[in-house]
């Protein structure tokens, strides 16, 4: 099958609600959610592409309602396991927009093992972690990026365990696109989303999405937040680690984008070393077993 | 040459002779075993090996065996004819399951046994041959020389299995192993003087076409999916399921297909499944600890209706428990596997043979019902080399997914979950204009949308069970649904799975032999069971046999619980196959008791 191709807009012109299901939000009012959808609507729509050629795979948490509310194809998978559907579905069909969509649950704890890989391999997918800071849907235990004295009912003394930070992380396991938006931006998110989608590998993107109900960052992260030096050099590893690591200030926009083979034209290449042009033929492998 | 009859054991249907090999590993103790294992199938002979790994990464003490025969043989054999000891640890090991009047076959260099009335014995300089020709490491090549002679083997074949078996390892090794063989052979030759009891009668002259085939249980499946048309694997190393994922990485390549290694068995049936939603055939294999990682998905797969193929060869747990040792274990595992109901199905290859037919099956199952289909493989069928019939590809046929189409919808909203009557609703794929939907793990409509009440809940779940039913109609049509053996009005049955039905096949020829009425039932497909037929084989029974390789007596529990009967459990859990020996032992015990009562 071909690689994915970009669409010109100009055969048919999509709007953001030509992406928007017949499934209505379970999402509670104000719920920085909202914000990333709306933005991914206008992200496909940006880019033209036609609503059966994008597909997104989800695991479990408010973040794992995503596909049911868009107008494309979806995979509301098992808690953590949104990045191996989504490698399946790439690898199957490399022609599709393939995204996966988690939250820093989903992401971070029980899913963590796989980003890693996912980085490793440069699978050409978009993942989007919708990171809220807290789990929402089981009402407020802290998460993997709570920060520490993080007070809940689980952690009633404050939490003890240090949060992740997901950009350090991402550039660590060397994901070849890494970026970060708020979804009270979602100008900048829509631009971001655009950048991951036509990126040519294992594109991260972190987007700040308060939880209204059991952790109200919006205040927080307005003051904090800030673009990305406009000096930035994007293939800079090392420099985009250390704006990851600044505390005082959270950085948005695209910390390291580099092109790398993606995992499937590497795929691609070893079957062309493994048939050496060759038409497969299983008798010749059962041959090797006659007596 | 007929078998010399133990007194503890019937007379065996078969001529056919049993050798087993010790050493230590890193002595080529497998390579003696395999390479003279194609010599004497190349010979026109049927071979069933066995072998045990030590669980030391290097080192340790390596076990091979094969029973050679002139006709088809369907099991380990119950006592050892021929024991070649390379070192002491190996007559230690091994020489008490040498039958009386055995041969004994050692390194004299090694090891010098004690006479023993009766038993013949063979010394061999292996060590000191070996290093005559400043080749230490090819002892095990000139003790293929040597048993080529002593078994009567043509020499011609053991070169050309030499070659082929070894040559790639360049051509100065090549002819260093062609000396060794030499050698080994020469000296028997010269210095074995007593008539070897056991020369195997190789057919003379040209043979015919041959249409027979020696390799394992895993390659037999990993072939068995590449001709079902698997374009897509995914799997986490795992002994004894590896091989068949470095079998599909050499091949699967070259139909264009893909296989990943995935970071964790979570992971690879997860990207199966990604790749079948998105139409790909997809599989993984592992063992029982990775099936039970698995588990949520698999509940996951049957809930979304993806079809997928996972096969499970078995190993001896619990736990981590003995991964080089073979049970039949997780039976429940795989048909009970998961919370809350979900259909799934469950085919359990009788053979190697059988490996590559449970592969096929498994995939057009899958496709056709869009459902999990297990496949449950152990340890002693997955790697033991045997011969076996070349394959009937007229048993191979692809069967595809039932796809949705824009036009047969009807109205303009496609319904992904459409309650049918088989309970088999269309599938669309991504890139289909207007077949999108959102393949959803909670309890969902007609369209995927998320639901929760009662009558969709109720609807949804008697939908999913429905195609269990459908299947079972089907497979029920099947000429090998179902393994029947032995007499035609039995008195006493034998229900069993797996691969049991090799040793269960040739007690019930020594207990016709006996004259005891005895049939053997074995269902290849454990889920759904085959109620009907299976009901219908006990009734007349006055006692059926449950043989399994596991603690409990998980298939006896199953048929207990179904049918209210007794079962008379044969369960072995020693992390080894059964003999024909210890089934037919069974069987005449329970004969004597229900069928031909002693007076008291």
Redesign the interface.
Known sequence: MPDRVVHEPTTKVYTASDYKS??KPIWCPGCGDFGVLSSFYKALADLGI????A?I?SGIGCSG?F??FV????????H??A???????????P??YVCAVGGDGDAFSIGG??V??AAR?NIDITYIVMDNQIYGLTKGQPSPTSPLGMEKKASPYGSIEAPLNPILMALAYNASFVARGFSAKPKEVVELMKMALLHKGFAFLQIISPCVTFNDTYEHFKQITLPLPADHDVTDRSRAMTLALDEQNMYLGVFYKVERPSYVTS?RA??S???GG?Q?D?EK??AR??? | MTKAADKTMAPAVTRDVTLRIGGESGEGIVTTGEVLA?IA??A?LEVYTLRTIPAEIKGGHVMFQMRVGSEPVHSEGDALDILLAFNQEAYDKHHRELRAGGILIYDNNELTPPAIAGEIQYALPLTSLAKGIDFFRGKNIVAIGALVKIFGLPYDKAKAVVERQLGRRGADLLAKNLQALEVGYTYAEQNITKEAPYNLGVPEGERGA?H????SGN?ALA?GA??AGC??Y?GYPITPASDIMEFLA??L????G?L?Q???E???????????????R?MTATSGPGLDLMI??LG?ASM?ETPVVIVDVQRAGPSTGMPTKTSQGDLFLAVYGGHDDFPRLVVAPLSVEDCFYAAVDAFNLAEKYQMPVIILSDFALSNRVE?IP??DMSRVQRVQRLLWTASGDGDNSYRRYRVTESGISPMS??????????????EHDE????GYDPELHTTMMEKRFRKVRTAADEIRTWPHAIWRYGHPEPEVGIVGWGSTAGPAREAIDRALADGMKVAAFFPRFLSPLPEAELSAFVAPLKAVIVPELNYRGQLADIIQGRFCMQIHRLNKFTGQAFTAGEIYRKIAAVYSEWVVPTSA
């Open positions: 017949n499934v036609p609503p059966e050629q597909v795979a309602r596909p049911a107008e494309a194809y979806g995979f509301h998978g098992v953590g396991r990045l191996p559907l989504a490698t399946g579905i790439k690898m199957a069909n022609s599709l093992g796989h890693p890989h391999r795929v070893v079957r070393k493994a048939s060759a497969f299983l492998i059962i077993y006659r007596t | 194609r199938a190349y026109g041959d027979r085939l020696v390799m390659q072939i590449l001709a374009t897509f995914a050499a091949e390549p070259k139909v264009g893909t990943i995935a970071e964790d979570m992971a690879a049936l997860g990207m199966a499944m990604g790749a079948s939603y998105a139409g790909a997809a949520e998905l996951h979304t011969t070349s394959f794929l991504p890139g289909m204009v207007g077949g999108s939907y959102t393949a959803e793990g909670l369209t995927g949308a998320p």
